[in-house]
């Protein structure tokens, strides 16, 4: 096994010096447990005993940071603070404010839609920061993926690994779908135009979007030629975009009426949770910035800065926007497929939707190369792991960039933009991304409490129960929401153990790991927050959109128990020993230098 792992995925240069596509079997399946037929279905015999391996085994830092060397080239260090909190800003502000908040006022909350984007900014925030430490202390592609390696095993960290991808795929194809309607609305058209109408297929997949493909094509050559040049690119994206954004507020505000705010919550607190959560799509796109850090100068200084910094901005950016739309005209008038633009020509600004149009494709555009750059780096570092084929792990090594990946995420993002509506990709966009998210906190509390052969057996109970009573009175909270439109009684319950279990991890539970560069503050309130509102927030989507992404779960457990398990298991015990071996010969070489001393 040693021999075929390394050359196709453990690092050597045998697939890197190789030029073009390569389809190979050994390119995607080179484990030993892919050797021959009899091998699989010897693996698939050990099936229970390599998964329980792969459940209680953890990553380490410096195994993550080794792994960097199995895509043959480093990746170049071209990005600073500045270029995150553009990229920040890049890969968060475009289809979510532009298209859904008009959706939202319209159909949910009303004017309140500004307070739906204060709830979901402040789960987004409260996410931030504990990305943060993660992205300072692990500076490697594989952002989230790394971090629940680490802290949380394989196991976990795979499906979570799988909603990331989904994650990517569905806000890329949602975006492309969004750039066509503004298109459409700058060409004085009407989006329906541009689309073509399938009957044979089925509602909500037959309306087909040939320019978000193309959208989607030209995007992937920017970034498979070069990160900076991607960086550079959504810089200048960006100060247009921000322009027209600070037109859009201001002269809204201009045009705008006080009395459009009443009534201010016409679907009541209900209304305001339900948008919170569909508009956290608005949000995704932040953690792609963390995927950078094997890019990025100074991780230490560079990543806190960029990522809180674009965060908060952000959020401003959003609730103004918000408070101007509504305040232009009564959230009942509110066009729901390009409301900024139509809002200005019902005020009489005809030649501002125009502007607003351009502005919205130029954001657009910055979010789908953000996206397909982040996107390109998850799937790079779990291939490092082997649960995905190794071929995605190639680096080029002119452009620096893995453009294996890249192809492949963006030709799987212009498949599902081509036949699939908005409304379908952004509910079940905010399902796989609160659960990352909420992992994410989980593996941050780990991390701070329990590190092995330093936290007692003791400790390391009382951890559990205050991690499964946090977790467990948050779902019953958000469960009660979804099913007791009146009910208060059981808030009085799960609130309170939520608190007492947070303050009990808090007195009775030491941590055990002490941030080197940077911190999430107020640790274990900040990410216990996270995980709860999070949760509460994945209880206002609706049932369909939960039914599609159990069944995509299904499949990454099938994918996992017939492929994945047995390449990452094989892959793993061959570095395990590959580690000994090199550490047995160091100990020799330091053993001769010491007998030659002698002499």
């Known amino acids: 096994m040693g021999g075929v792992v390394e050359a196709n995925g453990g690092g050597s240069t045998g697939l890197t010096r190789r030029r073009g596509c390569s389809c190979t079997k050994d390119d995607f399946l080179p484990e030993e447990s892919f050797k021959s037929w009899g091998n699989y279905v010897s693996a698939l015999r050990q099936t229970p005993a390599r998964l329980a391996d792969r459940v209680l085994t953890r990553s380490t830092v410096e195994a993550e940071m080794e792994m960097k060397t199995r895509s043959g080239n480093e990746m170049k260090r071209t990005l600073s603070w500045w270029d995150l909190i553009w990229l920040g800003l890049g890969a ?34 409260l996410s931030v920061f504990c990305y943060t430490e993660f992205a300072v202390e692990i500076p490697v592609a594989g952002g989230s993926f790394a971090y629940l390696r680490v802290e949380l095993g394989d196991f976990v960290a795979f499906i979570a690994a799988g909603n990331i991808l989904l994650e990517y795929i569905i806000g890329g194809a949602a975006v492309a779908r969004s750039w066509t309607s503004y298109f459409a609305t700058l060409c004085n058209h009407k989006p329906e135009q541009f689309r073509i109408h399938a009957t044979s297929l089925a509602e909500g997949y037959n309306q087909l979007d040939p320019i978000a493909v193309a959208v989607c094509i030209v995007i992937c050559l920017i970034a498979v030629l070069s990160t900076k040049g991607s960086s550079r690119f959504n810089y200048v994206a960006s100060v247009v975009h921000i322009a027209v954004i600070l037109f859009i507020i201001i002269a809204g505000f201009i045009k705008s009426d006080t009395k459009n705010l009443t009534p201010f919550a016409p679907f009541g607190p209900r209304g305001i949770f339900r948008a919170s959560a569909v508009l956290f799509f608005a949000y995704v796109g932040f953690d792609a910035v963390s995927t950078m850090a094997e890019e990025t100068k100074n991780p230490g200084r560079d990543i806190p800065i960029g990522l809180v910094g674009s965060m908060v901005l952000t959020t401003a950016i959003y609730c103004l926007m918000a408070i101007a739309l509504t305040m232009m005209q009564p959230y009942t008038t509110i066009d729901v497929n390009a409301p900024f633009s139509m809002a200005f020509k019902q005020v009489g600004w005809g030649w501002a939707q125009y502007l607003v149009a351009f502005g919205a494709l130029k954001g657009m555009t910055s979010v789908l190369l953000v996206n397909s750059v982040g996107q390109a780096r998850y799937l790079t570092h779990i291939a490092r792991t082997h649960m995905m084929p190794p071929w995605f792990a190639k680096v080029d090594p002119k452009t620096g960039t893995p453009i294996n990946a890249t192809v492949v995420m963006l030709a799987a993002t212009a498949v599902i933009a081509f036949f699939t509506k908005l409304d379908i990709l952004s509910n079940l966009l905010s399902i796989s991304t609160l659960f990352i998210f909420m992992l994410v906190s989980v593996a941050l509390l780990v991390r701070r409490f329990y590190v092995s052969g330093v936290t007692t057996n003791d400790h390391r109970n009382k951890l559990i129960v205050c991690l499964v009573l946090i977790i467990g009175s948050s779902i019953t909270t958000a469960a009660y929401w979804g099913i007791s439109e009146t009910g208060w009684i059981a808030y009085c319950i799960t609130v309170p153990v939520w608190f007492l279990a947070t303050a009990g991890l808090w007195f009775f539970v030491p941590q055990a790991h002490k941030p080197t560069l940077w911190g999430v503050p107020l640790v274990p309130w900040l990410p216990s927050a996270s995980i709860a509102i999070n949760i509460f927030l994945l209880g206002s989507i609706d049932k369909d959109s939960f039914i599609r992404f159990l069944g995509w779960t299904g499949f990454l457990l099938a994918y996992y128990v017939f492929f994945g398990l047995h390449a990452s298991y094989d892959t793993a015990k061959f570095f395990d020993a590959k580690a000994i071996q090199e550490k047995a010969y160091s100990k020799v070489e330091e053993g001769q230098v010491a007998s030659s001393a002698t002499h």
């Open 92 to 125: 968060v502000i475009g289809a979510g404010i532009f298209v859904l908040t008009g959706l939202e006022a319209h159909d949910d909350a009303g004017p309140a839609v500004v307070l739906s984007y204060v709830v979901s900014g402040l789960s987004a925030l």
